[in-house]
Every structure is written in C-alpha cells, then in structure tokens.
C-alpha cells in the first residue's frame, strides 16, 4: 500500500514562498509589493521571524461573515488590502448578478470615510463592480456610515458597500455590506454572508485579480447627502432653547454632515475640539479612536471645561455611534460619558414618548440581549412590544414595526424609517433636541436621568472583559459554566440559566449564557467577536425605596456580581 511522504518544514516553506510570490504578482499596491518582496527576501536569508510573519499573513485568510471584513493594512490574504478588497468587490458582484430578477440590472452604492486606502478601495470596488456588469454608484466624498446606510434605501440599489474600520486602531480598514430589497437596506445576515463569501473565495481561487474586468462607475450627486442631513433634521423640532454643547469627531468624518444637520433644525453649532474635528487617518490625539476608551475624551473635557458645556457629543470616525458626557462635579474631569445603556434607556424613553402606540399593531423597542432591561420596562409602560436580537444591528434594525433599537456599545437607531444601521448624527439630533427640551423646563439631563429611575427603577450595568492569549481558553470557561453551572454568582443565588447555544425563543443559536439571579438582577456571557477577550455583562435594577436607596441597591448588587464572576472565569 502507498504512503504519502510527510511534509517537511523545507516543503512548507517552499509551499508558502510560492503562494506570496503569487500573491505579490497580482497585487497593485506599490507600499504593499514593497512590503511582501522584503518579507519574501528575508525568508529566503533564513529570517526565522520574517518566516512567522509570513506564515500569519498566509496560512489563513481573512473571514468574510455578517460583519464583511476588517483587519490590518498590510499584504497578503490575511490582511486587508487591494487584492483582497478587489476579490471581495469581484465576489459580491457575481453574487449580486446571480440573485437578481430576470432582466435586472443590479446596483450597488459605495461609500467611504478618512482612513488609510478608503478611498482606493471604494474606487477599486466600483470599478469592479461596474466591469462585471453592476450599476456602480460611488458617493461624493468620504462621507459618515449613516450616510451609506440611508443611500441604499434613498437610490433603492440591491446593495450597499461602506469602507470603514469604524473606531479600530488606525492602521485597520474594513468593508460593511448591505443589502436593498426585502432586506431594506440592513446589513448582511445569514445565509447571505455565507452565499457571498463562496463567491469571494471561487475568485480568489479562479481569478487573476490585474485580469478582473473594470469600467467606468457613477458618482453619486449631492442630492443625496442633502436628503440625508433634510431626513435628519426633521427628527427635531424646533429647539426651545439653545444648548452650550461641545462635539468632538475623534478625527473621523462626522463633523461637516453634523453641522449641516444641525443648522437645518435650527440648533446653534456647538464648540469644537479642533484638535480632533478634521478627518485624519493617523487619529494622532488619541491611542484608541473609541470614545469607550480611556483618554479618549480628555480633550472633550478640557474644551468643556473652558466653556462651561452643558453636554458633549462624540461621534466615533465614521460617525455611526454616539458618546455623551454631562457635567459632574464629582469627577476630576468636570465630566461624566454616560454608559451606552443610560444613553439607549433615554433615548428610548424619548422615542416611547413620541410614538402613538396601535393596541392591535404596536411598534416595537429593540435592544440587544446584552444592552440593559431597562428599554424593557420603558416599552411595557407605554404599551409597546419589546423585542430581545442578538448583538449587532444587523438583527435589531430587522425588527418588524421597530421605533427605536439600541445596543450598549454606543449604538443608536432613532430614525428607522430613514436608515437601517445605527447612526450617531441622528441620535445626537434627538439627544440635542431633548436636552434642548429640558433645559426649556428648568432641568438637565442628569435630572432626567433621576426621573428615569424614579419612574422605571434604577438600573446599573457592567462589564467584565477578560482578554486571554490563548482563543481556546474562552472555549473552555464556556463548557465548564455549561458543564458545572453555578448555583450562586457571589452571594446572589441563581434562578435559571438559559444557552443560547442551540437558539432560544426566536433567536438563531449563538455562543451565549444568560444567568438570570433571583433577585431579578441578569449576567450574559460570551466571547467577542471580534477580539480574543471574553465579555459578562452584568445588569441589576432596583425599585425600592428613595432614589438614594434605590441607586445603592442596584450597584451593591452589581459590586457582588462583579467579584462572583470574576471567581468564576479567570
């Protein structure tokens, strides 16, 4: 009987030589070329770490899933760059050409925000697109998420590409996809993404990326930015008084559409901080574009601070989420960022407000399951339907009837008639226009806040998040939490613990625990996904007692979870 002859680490290295000396053949990047000839060369010198570097570009590739791609700039398929882009681009559009309707041509509307290569691989995508026979429609400018978002409903195109790697580090960039039709312009979802990925790796198999056909593409008129800030806009009435804010773009794209937003409804243009206001792809005053993280918001801060703000608005660089920060005295900052969850409960309140509910077809309030119950008890208050999605706005912006959705990772849907996608220049307008309101009745939004939690009981929330080196490592917290389930997180005894593992309720299965503890407080459990880090979110409520009481409550409680799951998982 034959055998195979085992591969040595000599045919390995051949084996990987060979496919980047392929890869370096098609690829039109000169700083990418440079990059992957230098790493070529330094194997072949017996550069043991080149040789690693090599084999962490190659030897996998980067994932094609419900979040499109995002990942590094740099050569090779395991990296974002124009051969992987143009295989992408080349992939959706065979996807796109075989779901059409007989006869129909599809379209495709591409946008882009200021990092490094957006532009290019916008036009390398349009281009593409257009040379395999798709109406390709590329926007003006670099221009925010929500702005792409809108333009897929706005021109009815099958399709919608945004190149953003959102508030990564600064020398990532990434590709979103969305989908026009029966999807109403909501990013890609199961099967979808599965269906285009096939697409993108038959191309990347088949295809010779200089030999992809290209052609000439449109670009969009300005008409179309202009119906997005007049949609905006009118989420607000006219202000009631004007409010001394301070905004921040964390050196991405939001500011030139967020004035024109702001203007149009009336309101007075905040103070900027100049240092971050402009696109700039380096992001060179912070060390993560996250507002979420540490230092993020210094500047905010200080420029507050010399105005005497009332509120600040932070948008991430491509604007689609939204930070708010208000006065505190007890803070060495002056300052306090609102979680996303008291931002999303607000908002969410403000959106019941406004909504007229149907007894026999209600709207729905969205969150996703790992965003605070609080929305819950505000849409059982004003007779809504409440609806639970797995994380992402992929799956809370496909609510039917949605009104408003959110999720706590800054993450707010205001207008779903217009944009299906979070949006932080909306969710500004209607933040703005409720402080506007409150401070017409001689109040802020930290007593609304108060209010919230005299009406709603408080809620306070947490997260624990454990990055390890390993990715195997979550793997096994999760089985051993399936396995030996707790009987008690602390002091707090357990109710019920549900696995979304095989789905639940209507909910598609996901690597998910949800801890319900009997004194109502709830924990989630699942590994990021997009990082290797575990992440518990700990929500606890209290309606007992006077709001002093009631805060102290809720946040014991979350102390006591703190400490009990982290016994539990590191």
């Known amino acids: 009987m034959a055998h195979e002859t085992p591969e040595t680490p000599t045919d390995r290295t051949a084996t990987l030589l060979q496919a980047a000396r392929a890869w370096l053949n098609q690829d039109p990047d000169p700083e990418t070329q440079a990059q992957l000839r230098a790493l070529i060369n330094a194997v072949g010198d017996g550069d043991t770490a080149a040789l690693s570097n090599l ?74 697109m257009a040379g395999a026979g798709v109406r390709a429609i590329l926007l003006p400018r670099l221009l925010p998420t929500p702005v792409l978002a809108f333009a897929v409903r706005h021109l009815d195109a099958s399709c919608g590409v945004m190149v953003t790697a959102s508030h990564n580090p600064p020398n990532d960039n990434g590709y979103k996809v969305y989908l026009g039709g029966v999807n109403n312009g909501a990013q890609i979802v199961s099967p979808d993404d599965k269906a285009i990925s096939d697409e993108i790796l038959r191309v990347a198999a088949d295809e010779h990326v200089p030999h992809l056909p290209r052609a000439s593409y449109e670009t969009a008129e300005e008409t179309v930015v202009q119906a997005y800030i007049a949609e905006t806009a009118s989420i607000a009435h006219t202000p009631r008084a004007q409010v001394n804010a301070v905004y921040t773009a964390m050196h991405g794209v939001g500011w030139d559409t967020t004035r024109r937003v702001l203007e149009k409804s009336g309101f007075d243009l905040p103070t900027l901080v100049d240092a971050q206001i402009a696109p700039d792809a380096a992001f060179p005053t912070v060390a993560f574009p996250n507002p979420e993280e540490p230092g993020a918001m210094d500047l905010a801060y200080e ?20 930070a708010v920060a208000i006065p505190d005295l007890s803070s060495a900052s002056g300052y306090r960022r609102l979680s996303g969850n008291e931002v999303g409960a607000i908002l969410g309140w403000r959106a019941a407000a406004l909504a007229t509910a149907d007894a ?53 849907l205001v207008n779903p008639d217009s944009v299906r996608d979070k949006d932080g220049i909306s969710a500004a307008v209607a933040l703005l226009s409720l402080v506007s309101d409150l401070k017409s009745e001689g109040t802020t939004l930290a007593g609304y806040l108060d209010r919230f939690s005299e009406k709603f009981g408080h809620y306070a929330s947490g997260q624990i998040s454990v990055r390890v080196s390993e990715v195997s490592t979550i793997a096994l917290v999760m089985t051993r939490l399936r396995e030996s389930p707790p009987t008690h997180v602390g002091r707090i005894r357990v109710d019920e613990i549900d696995d979304f593992r095989w789905g639940l309720g209507d909910l598609p299965p996901s690597d998910v625990l949800r801890i319900r503890l009997t004194d109502g407080s709830r924990v989630m459990v699942r590994p990021s996904g997009t990082e290797p880090k575990l992440k518990v979110y700990i929500d606890t409520r209290s309606t007992v007692g006077t709001l002093v009481e009631r805060r102290a409550a ?11 799951m982290r016994a539990l998982i590191e």
């Open 55 to 128: 084999h962490s570009r190659f030897d996998t590739r980067l994932a094609f899933g419900t979040a499109g791609l995002r990942g590094e700039i740099s050569a090779g398929p395991n990296r974002m760059n124009r051969v992987l882009v143009s295989q992408a681009a080349a992939g959706l559009a065979t996807y796109l050409l075989r779901h059409a309707a007989p006869g129909v041509t599809p379209s495709v509307v591409i946008g882009y925000d200021g990092r490094k290569n957006s532009h290019v691989f916008a036009t390398d995508t349009a281009a593409l």
């Open 554 to 564: 809720a946040q014991a409680a979350l102390d006591e979870l703190d400490r009990g």
């Open 360 to 412: 026999s077809n209600p709207g729905a309030l969205a969150c996703s399951i790992v965003s605070s119950p609080a929305l819950h008890a505000v849409a059982d208050a004003y007779g809504l339907r409440f609806v639970e999605t797995l994380t992402g706005f992929k799956w809370v912006s496909r609510v039917p009837g949605l009104v408003y959705g959110f999720e706590e990772a800054l993450g707010y």
């Open 303 to 322: 420029t507050a601070r010399e105005v005497s703000a009332e509120l600040i608005i932070a948008n991430d660089p491509d604007a689609d989420r939204l």
